[in-house]
């Protein structure tokens, strides 16, 4: 699920259309949260792709470690947080749901 899909289409006056504002959600820690440390530098979406089986989901591990602002590359020696990927599209869903 994209980050995207609950959010809502408003249209204006002149027919035009955009995407409401997405809220990014807060990732709570979790027992089973996997813990890496990069050698090299790594890109987010990489990572993404290893972990979830989706390169789209990059942005759920640059929130939960605070990187991604400009650059989808993890310096190399950084520990990263993986959440787990059972409960992220719920997290999603209740993000979008609160605004």
Avoid: C, H
């Amino acid at each position: 699920m994209s980050r995207y899909t609950t959010s809502q289409t408003l249209k204006r006056v002149a027919e035009q259309r955009r995407i409401s504002t997405v809220i990014v959600p807060v990732i709570p820690l979790s027992d089973q949260d996997t813990y890496i440390k990069t050698t090299t530098p790594e890109r987010l979406d990489k990572l993404a792709n290893t972990f979830y089986d989706d390169a789209t989901l990059w942005w759920i591990i640059a929130v939960s470690n605070g990187l991604g602002k400009g650059s989808l590359y993890v310096p190399e020696n950084t520990t990263i947080r993986i959440p787990p990927s059972a409960n992220i599209q719920q997290i999603i869903k209740q993000a979008n749901q609160e605004r």
